[in-house]
């Protein structure tokens, strides 16, 4: 999915986080606003130094900084949250020059970023090139399992009628199916798909921010929609699992300025990570983006629920 930085524009919807964008990236060509005027308070004398977080200007990235932000206070870190400030053009910037100590990020996408010529898909090869290519301030601590990611999705009835559970599964029945996403989709990953799976479609419609619609109607069989976004839950979708990674992996990850860290803030920061999967996030993002409940509070609840909060 290249999520932060390829060159087409997500739009965020008044509904939902992300809409389906074959190959978008949510960090990239964002409006820049201004910086969130609420500063976290001091809390306790951990004796780590003061951290800045920030975050983009979508609502998942405010999520994942308000968790990351309250998972350090809880340990007596001093935090200043600096949130919806822009792109990642913006943002790389400010974290490698130290204006902001931590960005919620997502690896793949990262990796685009830094490396234009990279081909690496699995979430091992790009952890690696990230090591090879970030600059010697910067660092990517442990990814979640959680990712924001392109994906092929179905209903929950067609999964189960037909068994499919990964996009390798839609090989035996794709050229009965018609698939749909954005304009671009087909062009961008018609290939990409026959080559790594050997997979063809009977036809492909270009559906746009509609697709998780169309899947629930019928009007397609399997859509690209983001791994993340609310009507997931809200149309009982199913998205595959992609095991050859057509996408490529893009695992949420902190990107820290070294310099700005130590051990508190890394352990805690990992162990954000290790509690934080897809279906978790899915279901934070839906309270979000359509329930409408506060970040910050989504944030606390999910750390309490998970043992990470003072």
């Not at 780590?48 to 809880?74: C, D, T």
């Not at 979000?288 to 998970?306: E, G, P």
Request: hydrophobic fraction near 40%.
């Amino acid at each position: 999915m290249k999520r932060l930085f390829s060159t087409v524009v997500v739009a965020l919807t008044a509904a939902l986080t992300l809409s389906a964008c074959g190959g978008g990236d949510p960090l990239t060509n964002t409006s820049p606003t201004p910086a969130d005027s609420g500063a976290a308070s001091a809390s306790g004398g951990g004796g780590s130094k003061k951290v800045v977080v920030g975050s983009a200007n979508f609502p998942e990235n405010v999520l994942l900084a308000e968790i990351y932000a309250q998972a350090l206070e809880a340990k007596g870190v001093q935090v200043e949250k600096k949130l919806n400030i822009g792109s990642r053009e913006v943002l790389y910037e400010q974290v490698k020059g130290g204006g902001l100590t931590i960005l919620p990020e997502y690896i793949g996408s990262l990796l685009a970023f830094v490396d234009k010529s990279t081909t690496a898909k699995s979430k091992e090869d790009i952890l690696a090139g990230l090591k090879e290519k970030l600059p010697a301030e910067l660092e990517v601590l442990e990814p979640a399992a959680a990712e924001d990611n392109n994906s092929l999705t179905v209903t929950k009835e067609l999964s189960q009628k037909v068994g499919l559970t990964t996009i390798e599964d839609l090989v035996k029945v794709a050229k009965g199916y018609t698939v749909g996403g954005p304009p671009e989709f087909q062009a961008r990953q018609e290939k990409n798909f026959k080559d790594t799976y050997g997979l063809e479609f009977k036809e492909w419609k270009k559906t746009g921010d509609a697709t998780a619609d169309a899947i629930k109607d019928g009007t397609i069989q399997v859509g690209n929609v983001f791994t993340t976004d609310p009507k997931v839950i809200i149309n009982g979708l199913i998205s595959l699992q992609d095991t050859k990674h057509a996408f490529g992996a893009d695992n949420v990850a902190p990107l820290v300025n070294k310099a700005g860290v130590d051990e508190t803030v890394t352990s805690t920061l990992n162990a954000v990570s290790a509690k934080l999967d897809t279906a978790g996030l899915l279901t934070l993002m839906k309270r979000v983006s359509i329930d409408k409940d506060d970040a910050a509070t989504v944030a606390k609840d999910w750390l309490t629920q998970n043992g990470l909060a003072s």
